[in-house]
């Protein structure tokens, strides 16, 4: 989640509405030995976001960063083999990407061991590209709502991706230029001030208008023999809007494009920024990845968005990662919390309790032939000492949790951790 939830949070007073004393406080990280062919893939909504371009270039030039320092403590301690962030800001020479490695990654943090990753990747996002039109509607043509996704500048909450493995670049696809209209049945927003239907967006605009908030990226892992297909993304948080939803549905859509992308059939109309059309071919691994800001019966994702992918035949959702130390702050924080639906110990996202509570928004989805060896959320209780990296608001890292899924890939050896 991005923007002003964050701010909200303020009012996040520790009303505790229920004991926490049942709880225990479990391992942070799994602690079974894994076989060898495990392969650890998570997904971190790190807030490593910043106010102006080349401030994150500014903020990672040096060691010294706190709010970086426990972010890479929390990677160090999950040690995933393949790690999607989210909330990265781009630049094109990938400087951040580089500095957050060899300032962070690669130092040791209050005992976590240093982490390397010789493989990693990231690309173009359509926050804060100006779309030269008045996408919101407010008159006035500019700023970070007309962009093409929210932003103030270009790149701002971009993605990157980790990897121990390497990476097919010759065969990555992107689609931050796949046009929504160009899905078929788009949900596309409707003005409910005028007859017409599905006119939030004028022809002129929607002939522009990127699906893609930031991008999704496939991204061909080579594991041993093997290939998976991580499958990133950062779908639109479904609020910020009015009643014509424009980024419920926007949601909505961006979510459906990876489940029909990996559907056999259902993808013969999506193309990449190269031209290629196509879905995920039938039989081929894929995990996908990121904060879908969508949880399943909570807060304001149109309903059945996350479902498209949880509830899909080729997506492995026989272990959800969770954690106690989610359980422990749905009963801290109270509000919104105590009405939801979905069980807190899947929780992810720690928003406002005032609205709309915490949420399961970041999901790690393997495919159906990946067995799933453990899971889990980096989210300690707070009797854990590790709680320190996780906190509470205004947060030490992230208004997010790490998510990670440990699958069995058949023919892979694990690297070293
Ligand atoms: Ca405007
Ligand atoms: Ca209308
Ligand atoms: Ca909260």
């Not at 991005?2 to 229920?18: K, P, S």
């Not at 309903?303 to 422990?328: F, K």
């Given at each position: 989640?991005?923007?002003?939830?964050?701010?909200?949070?303020?009012?996040?007073?520790?009303?505790?509405?229920?004991?926490?004393?049942?709880?225990?406080?479990?391992?942070?990280?799994a602690s079974p030995s894994p076989p060898g062919n495990t392969v650890r893939f998570a997904t971190f909504n790190a807030s490593l976001n910043r106010n102006f371009a080349g401030q994150l270039v500014t903020d990672l030039s040096t060691p010294s960063n706190a709010q970086a320092a426990t972010v890479a403590e929390i990677i160090q301690r999950m040690r995933p083999d393949v790690l999607l962030i989210n909330e990265f800001d781009f630049d094109a020479a990938g400087t951040a990407l580089r500095l957050f490695q060899d300032n962070y990654l690669s130092v040791p943090h209050n005992g976590a061991a240093a982490i390397e990753y010789p493989h990693r990747f990231t690309a173009e996002s359509n926050t804060?590209?100006?779309?030269?039109?008045?996408?919101?509607?407010?008159?006035?043509?500019?700023?970070?709502?007309?962009?093409?996704?929210?932003?103030?500048?270009?790149?701002?909450?971009?993605?990157?991706?980790?990897?121990?493995?390497?990476?097919?670049?010759?065969?990555?696809?992107?689609?931050?230029?796949?046009?929504?209209?160009?899905?078929?049945?788009?949900?596309?927003?409707?003005?409910?001030?005028?007859?017409?239907?599905?006119?939030?967006?004028?022809?002129?605009?929607?002939?522009?208008?990127?699906?893609?908030?930031?991008?999704?990226?496939?991204?061909?892992?080579?594991?041993?023999?093997?290939?998976?297909?991580?499958?990133?993304?950062?779908?639109?948080?479904?609020?910020?809007?009015?009643?014509?939803?424009?980024?419920?549905?926007?949601?909505?859509?961006?979510?459906?494009?990876?489940?029909?992308?990996?559907?056999?059939?259902?993808?013969?109309?999506?193309?990449?920024?190269?031209?290629?059309?196509?879905?995920?071919?039938?039989?081929?691994?894929?995990?996908?990845?990121?904060?879908?800001?969508?949880?399943?019966?909570?807060?304001?994702?149109?309903?059945?968005?996350?479902?498209?992918?949880?509830?899909?035949?080729?997506?492995?959702?026989?272990?959800?990662?969770?954690?106690?130390?989610?359980?422990?702050?749905?009963?801290?924080?109270?509000?919104a919390n105590t009405t939801h639906r979905s069980d807190p110990r899947f929780d992810t996202a720690d928003f406002s309790d005032t609205s709309p509570g915490n949420l399961r928004a970041d999901y790690v989805l393997p495919d159906t032939g990946l067995r799933i060896w453990n899971s889990a959320v980096f989210w300690p209780v707070q009797a854990d000492p590790l709680s320190r990296l996780t906190g509470v608001f205004p947060f030490p890292s992230s208004d997010h949790r790490a998510v990670w899924v440990d699958v069995r890939v058949p023919g892979a050896s694990s690297p070293s951790r």
């Open positions: 989640m991005t923007r002003t939830r964050r701010i909200w949070l303020a009012c996040a007073a520790f009303a505790a509405a229920g004991t926490t004393a049942g709880l225990v406080s479990p391992p942070a990280v804060g590209i100006p779309s030269g039109f008045d996408l919101n509607n407010n008159g006035v043509i500019g700023g970070p709502d007309d962009a093409y996704g929210f932003g103030f500048f270009p790149g701002q909450f971009g993605m990157a991706v980790y990897s121990k493995y390497p990476i097919d670049t010759d065969d990555i696809r992107t689609f931050q230029h796949f046009l929504w209209k160009d899905m078929p049945g788009a949900r596309l927003p409707d003005d409910p001030a005028t007859a017409a239907p599905r006119d939030w967006y004028s022809p002129a605009e929607l002939a522009v208008f990127r699906l893609s908030s930031k991008s999704h990226w496939d991204l061909p892992i080579a594991i041993g023999k093997r290939t998976v297909h991580f499958l990133v993304s950062h779908p639109t948080p479904p609020v910020f809007d009015g009643p014509e939803d424009r980024n419920g549905t926007r949601n909505f859509d961006e979510i459906r494009l990876w489940a029909d992308y990996v559907t056999p059939g259902a993808g013969g109309y999506i193309y990449d920024d190269d031209g290629h059309v196509g879905g995920l071919p039938a039989g081929a691994h894929f995990v996908i990845a990121g904060d879908q800001n969508s949880d399943p019966l909570d807060g304001d994702s149109i309903p059945g968005a996350i479902q498209q992918l949880l509830d899909n035949p080729r997506v492995n959702t026989s272990h959800a990662p969770e954690s106690t130390g989610a359980v422990e702050a749905s009963l801290l924080q109270g509000g």
